[in-house]
C-alpha cells in the first residue's frame, strides 16, 4: 500500500513536470539533454521529464528599454547629456537564447555608441533639428545588429538634449537679440507701410479732388453755354415775333409810338437819376433818331 502511494505521488511529479502550458505573446525555449530542441508555442505542450527542459523563457511583446543618459560631443565640440528610450521586440526566441548571453546589455550598449557616433556628426543647433534624423540612424543601426541576436529594434526616441549652463544662456541671450530683431523690424515695416498708405491715401484723395474741380468746372460750363443757347433762341424769338408783329397793318406806327415812349421814358429817367440834365440842342434830332429806326425796320422787310 505504501509502494502504491509513493509510485502515484511520483506518477504525479514527473506529469507536472512534463506538462507546460506556455501564456500568449511568450515563447518558452527547450533543450534536450542540454541541446537545443524546440521552441513551445502559447498553449498547452508536453516535454520528458528529466530528458527535457525549459531552459529560457521569452516574451514576444513590445519592450521598452531605457536608455542610461550619456554625453556625446556634437561636431563643433560642445557637450550635451542625452538620454532615450529604446522599443524592441523578440522575434526568434532561439537566437535570443543563444546569439548574445545578454541581449539587452548588447542592445543598450550599442544604443549608446550609435548615438555618440550620430551626434558627433552634427552641430549644436542641428541637434535639436534632426530629432528624426539621429531617432532613425540609431534604429537603422541597432537594428541590423540585432538581427543576429533575434531582436527587431522597432523605434528610438530621445528623451532629453540637455547642453551645458553656459550653453543654454547664451542660446536663450541669442533667441532674445533675435526676438528684438524681428520686433524692429515689424516695427520699421509697419511704419513705412503707414507712411505707404498715408501717401496713396493723399495721391487718391487729391485724384479725387481734381476730378471733382474738373466735373464741376465742365458743368458750369455746359450750365453757361446752356443759359446763353437759351437766353440766344429767347432773343431770337422774341425778334421773329416783333418782325411778324410790324409785318402786320398798323404795326410800323405801333413801332414809332414804342420806339418814342421809350426815348420819353429815358429821358425822365436820366432827370430821376441826377440832378445835371442833359438833352439834346434840338429836340427834333429824337424825331430823326426814330425816323432813321424805322427807315432800317423798312428795308429790312
Known sequence: MELALILAIIAIIIA????????????WVVERLGKYDRTLAPGLSF??????????????????????SQVCITRDNTQLTVDGILYFQVTDPMRASYGSSNYLLAISQLAQTTLRSVIGKLELDKTFEERDYINHSVVSALDEAAMTWGVKVLRYEIKDLTPPAEILHAMQRQ???????????ATSEGARQQQINIAEGERQAFIARSEGERQAAINTAQGEAAAIEAVANATAHALEVVAAAIGKPGGTEAVQLKVAQQALDAYANLAKASTTLVVPGDMSQAAGLIASAMAVLKKSQ
Open 175 to 185: 533667441i532674445t537679440a533675435e526676438r528684438e530683431k524681428r520686433a524692429v523690424i
Open 16 to 27: 507536472s513536470r512534463g506538462v507546460k502550458v506556455v501564456p500568449q505573446q511568450h515563447a
Open 47 to 68: 516535454i520528458v521529464p528529466f530528458v527535457d527542459r525549459v531552459a529560457y523563457k521569452h516574451m514576444q511583446k513590445e519592450v521598452p528599454l531605457d536608455i542610461a
